[in-house]
């Protein structure tokens, strides 16, 4: 409890804008972030890791995805490689927008698979949401 309480402390004390970068240029980083990713490109994804990004997962306990938030740039960059290199059959991608911002679906044989979303600070990824929850996914098969 304490430490949540830290964090919360921090994060009130930090006064960061959740976005502060205007949409074109979260998008771009979105796409830039995507291709290093897709291409398991690790320098070219610790040029956009902002050094204590954080990556956070949903799986809702019923796939794979990180049980745990990953902190830092090295951490969260190779993570991203290491699923980046993983084929998942007749892939394809869709940018939507998504709680204010835009996100990457991965589609499986036309079935949503994964999305990915960016939240951007000082020109850098600050954090990596990871949905791959598939009940929260089937709202997203027809956007």
Not at 76 to 105: I, Q, T, Y
Request: glycine share 10%.
């Amino acid at each position: 409890m304490r430490q949540l309480a830290g964090r919360a402390r921090r994060h009130v004390d930090e006064r960061r804008s959740r976005y502060d970068v205007d949409p074109a240029q979260r998008r771009d980083l979105t796409e830039r972030f995507l291709a290093a990713a897709a291409e398991g490109d690790l320098a070219g994804l610790m040029d956009l890791l902002a050094p204590d990004v954080r990556l956070v997962g949903d799986s809702g306990g019923k796939t794979q995805a990180p049980l745990r938030i990953l902190e830092s740039a090295d951490n969260v960059g190779r993570f991203l490689v290491a699923v980046g290199g993983k084929s998942v059959p007749d892939m394809s991608f869709r940018f939507l927008e998504l709680n204010g911002g835009p996100a990457v679906l991965v589609l499986s044989g036309g079935t949503p698979d994964s999305v990915f979303q960016v939240d951007v600070f000082a020109g850098r990824i600050s954090s990596v949401y990871v949905l791959r929850n598939p009940d929260k996914l089937r709202s997203l098969a027809s956007a």
